[in-house]
């Protein structure tokens, strides 16, 4: 079965300062590995995607995500933090041989203070 | 706009009494699904929809039901609810290759539903 792990229920960074939020997943076969942004009362936002191809990836408002097969990772990060990226984070993964959904992560609230 | 739709954003209803919440997307997606996201435990899939008549329980479907007559629309509904579907619910939909989701979700804005 598919699942995702956010070991972190909640990161705070100092603006200014690089921010990683962690995931790591498990899923037979080739993952496809997603992050969303939720603000408060709104939907889930796509930030950026790993299907295949180089394992640095980048997304939307200066966010990269860096998948590592060895060890079923796709952590995000962004060099510089803004308070404006204070949100909740989630990772989520799909495969075509399982061939089933969409599952997400538990979330972690990012928090960066000024 | 490419958007989801999800009606209501609000509703308080009593136990026992059957609800729906309609999602609808007009970008022609094939998958749907939709989840429920409860403090703590991130979004949970209730059920989700590969194609029109296709649909397939998520990791939490009991007490829910949905159907997929047409691909625009993928009604959710709770036949008698109780307390515990006390909840935020989204509808996503996703375009498909092959049979890998390797596009972005597009969420609708969520249904907050009180069971009281």
């Known amino acids: 079965a598919q699942s995702v792990a956010q070991p972190e229920d909640q990161v705070n960074v100092a603006e200014g300062n690089p921010l990683t939020v962690k995931c790591t997943y498990s899923?037979?076969?080739?993952?496809?590995l997603f992050w969303y942004v939720q603000y408060p009362n709104r939907g889930l936002q796509f930030l950026l995607k790993y299907i295949t191809g180089d394992n640095l990836v980048k997304g939307s408002y200066g966010f990269e995500a860096e998948f590592n097969k060895s060890q079923t990772s796709f952590h995000l990060k962004k060099p510089s933090a803004l308070v404006s990226d204070s949100a909740l984070y989630f990772c989520?993964?799909?495969?075509?041989?399982?061939?089933?959904?969409?599952?997400f992560g538990k979330g972690t609230t990012l928090s960066v203070s000024s | 706009e490419a958007q989801v739709t999800q009606n209501p954003r609000y509703l308080i209803t009593v136990t026992g009494k059957k609800l729906t919440v309609t999602c609808s997307q007009n970008?022609?997606?094939?998958?749907m699904s939709w989840y429920r996201q409860d403090p703590g435990l991130g979004l949970r899939q209730i059920y989700y929809s590969m194609n029109v008549e296709v649909t397939d329980k998520g990791d939490v479907p009991e007490g829910y039901k949905v159907s997929r007559k047409e691909k625009r629309n993928f009604p959710l509904i709770l036949e008698s609810p109780s307390p515990n579907q006390t909840s935020l619910y989204f509808c996503?939909?996703?375009?498909?290759?092959?049979?890998?989701?390797?596009?972005?979700?597009?969420f609708g804005q969520g249904t907050r539903l009180t069971v009281v």
């Open positions: 970008m022609n997606h094939e998958y």
């Open positions: 899923v037979s076969g080739n993952p496809y």
């Open positions: 989520a993964v799909s495969s075509p041989q399982a061939g089933t959904a969409l599952i």
């Open positions: 996503a939909s996703s375009s498909r290759t092959g049979v890998g989701l390797d596009t972005e979700a597009f």
